[in-house]
């Protein structure tokens, strides 16, 4: 039998592992792989969108045109996003936002100049 209490929802667990990004730029995921995350602006027909690409920190992966080349990927998610209208309006701002692959007509770097 079994000597550990159940943890009720909303109490946090001592064994908790953090979320790869809880610790910024250089995190590292509970499989021990890090991560880096990169700015990149992305153009689709009618929007462009510029946000944080998550990216193995070497080696697999480690690249933008890896992830975006990537077979098996039909999604790419990116964080902190900023999404603006081509034809003019407001920018919208989200926490996160997942975008079809086939939906991006070009991936560059983003300035860090406020893009």
Partial sequence: ???????AAGEPSSSAQ???GDAGEGASDPSGIDHRRERI?????????????TLARDGYR????DVLNAPERDFLTLTEVAVEPLSGGPTELFPYLTIARRHIVFAVAADGDGD
């Fill in 1 to 7: 039998m079994s000597t550990e209490q159940p943890i």
């Fill in 18 to 20: 953090p979320l790869p």
């Fill in 41 to 53: 602006r992305i153009e689709t027909e009618r929007h462009r969108i510029v946000g944080e690409l």
């Fill in 62 to 65: 480690s690249r933008v045109s």
